[in-house]
């Protein structure tokens, strides 16, 4: 008899206490280098939009967020927990850090020059190894803000620079033929300036932050009875030994979206 009573206080003690855990679990996060671009809500608090953590996306404040700039992006790594409300659904982290050279001011960010743009090798031209788009949103949850990285080749005494452009003059496929509907395609133009010093090639990588408001604006559909998506392409000199040029115009179709949401 006592057996099962002991037994079933056990039972009930776990009962108790295993919700208990799990709630705990389920309502902390770590974050680790993720991506994040500063905003301040009507209220006046100043947090980060970050792009995973318990909703796949939330809002995190930390004591030191006020050296950034609204618009900033960050690679922050942080803990929160859902139960630590500052205001409305903004989390005050635990801990939130951020490394040296992982914020990216919106002084150093790219813009998306709206002009015609030559994708022929000039004596400037420096060609990518790799290129990538890491992290996004097709909505406005990141400001239109979209985290890039690449690698290239320079020599020391060498600096690279990457520009992006929009050509409406040259919305083709490499074949010549038309995109398909609802999509875009922006140019990224490397190129290297300075004087080289010695003939050793090493490998520069990067990530950089591109602000794609200016894009958005020229995308913008004259009718919004539905929610429509454009697809952005991007076309860059990629480094190819192989062909004469040292170069081939690569197409990286479908890379990324934009959401124009349907007008109320």
Avoid at 160 to 185: C, E, G, M, S
């Amino acid at each position: 008899m006592r057996k099962t009573f002991l037994y079933v206080c056990a039972v009930a003690m776990l009962a108790i206490i295993l919700p208990s855990c799990l709630g705990d679990n389920e309502s902390t996060y770590q974050g680790t280098r993720e991506f994040g671009v500063i905003n301040i809500a009507d209220n006046g608090v100043k947090y980060a939009a970050v792009g995973s953590g318990l909703n796949q996306g939330m809002y995190v404040t930390w004591d030191g967020i006020s050296t950034y700039g609204k618009d900033d992006a960050v690679l922050l790594t942080y803990k929160v927990n859902s139960n630590n409300v500052v205001s409305g659904n903004v989390l005050m982290a635990e801990y939130a850090t951020v490394a040296e050279g992982e914020s990216f001011p919106v002084a150093d960010q790219k813009n998306i020059n709206i002009q015609v743009v030559d994708t022929t090798k000039q004596a400037n031209s420096a060609f990518f190894k790799t290129f990538n788009l890491n992290k996004y949103s097709s909505n406005n949850f990141f400001s239109d803000r979209w985290l890039f990285s690449y690698t290239a080749g320079l020599k020391d005494g060498e600096v690279l620079t990457a520009r992006f452009y929009y050509d409406a003059t040259k919305q083709v496929r490499k074949n010549k033929t038309a995109l398909p509907d609802n999509a875009a395609i922006v140019d990224v133009v490397l190129t290297k300036s300075g004087t080289a010093v010695g003939t050793t090639t090493k490998t520069e990588d990067k990530m950089i932050v591109a602000d794609m408001t200016s894009l958005r604006r020229a995308l913008q559909p004259s009718n919004l009875d539905t929610d429509v998506t454009k697809s952005i392409w991007f076309r860059v000199m990629r480094e190819d030994s192989k062909v004469d040029a040292g170069y081939a115009l690569t197409y990286i179709e479908n890379a990324g979206y934009l959401l124009y949401s349907k007008s109320n």
